[in-house]
């Protein structure tokens, strides 16, 4: 089926580094989203994203709209223990949409 | 707060058991949920869309008769895996759509020995 391609698929930094995944898809979707999971549970949405070239931030991440519809880009700033996880890109094709399409994942490690 | 509860959490079942997994949305009504499954290290894959009150549409290579969905009310669906096998041990999520935007439970182990 249809997917994101995100990368990376996996990142080692020391603690307080930032940090820049991305997400990109041949396909225009017209709502980004940024989910985090910690193992064993369920993704936690981080930043949701609803125009093109939209630039949102929640605490230490900001997350950007590509202005093509086709890419969102998340970054993590002066990275503490706690960001380590997998997070993951998700596209809606409408607002409200119900189904998501995900990206493959970037799980990030972090050396204290 | 939360939006979606899951139950339960974890689950161990023997081969040829079957077991039922809930969804619950919390303080609000879900016409729609939809049912993931999440292998190890893999991103989640649509499993079903949960529809109250009408048949569950599945995605395809996923088999209805093994993954039995029902919604039969307004906060709750159930998925239940039948005649488990050890190649069904996975983790299994569930979402609801609420203001535009999804939102996930906390997920359900299940392992089958």
């Known amino acids: 089926g249809q997917q994101l391609n995100q990368s990376p698929q996996s990142m080692f930094i020391q603690e307080g580094e930032d940090v820049s995944m991305n997400c990109t898809s041949s396909?225009?979707?017209?709502?980004w989203l940024w989910y985090k999971q910690d193992p064993g549970e369920g993704p936690v949405l981080l930043i949701a994203l609803y125009k093109a070239g939209e630039l949102t931030s929640n605490g230490r991440l900001t997350a950007q709209f590509g202005t093509t519809r086709k890419d969102s880009f998340l970054n993590i700033s002066a990275s503490i223990p706690s960001d380590v996880g997998i997070y993951f890109c998700a596209g809606q094709l409408r607002q409200g949409a119900q189904k998501l399409v995900f990206g493959q994942g970037t799980r990030l490690t972090i050396n204290p | 707060g939360a939006v979606v509860s899951q139950h339960p959490s974890w689950v161990i079942c023997k081969s040829g058991t079957s077991v039922k997994i809930e969804c619950r949305s919390l303080?609000?009504?879900?016409?729609?949920m939809f049912w993931y499954r999440q292998f190890p290290k893999q991103s989640l894959m649509l499993m079903a869309t949960?529809?109250?009150?009408?048949?569950?549409?599945?995605e395809q290579g996923v088999e209805k008769d093994k993954f039995l969905i029902n919604h039969a009310s307004l906060t709750l669906s159930t998925l239940t895996v039948t005649s488990a096998h050890p190649e069904d041990s996975s983790f299994y999520i569930c979402s609801v759509l609420l203001r535009d935007t999804i939102y996930f439970g906390e997920g359900s182990w299940l392992t089958v020995v």
């Open positions: 303080d609000f009504q879900a016409t729609t």
């Open positions: 949960s529809n109250e009150g009408s048949k569950a549409t599945y």
């Open positions: 396909s225009i979707f017209n709502t």
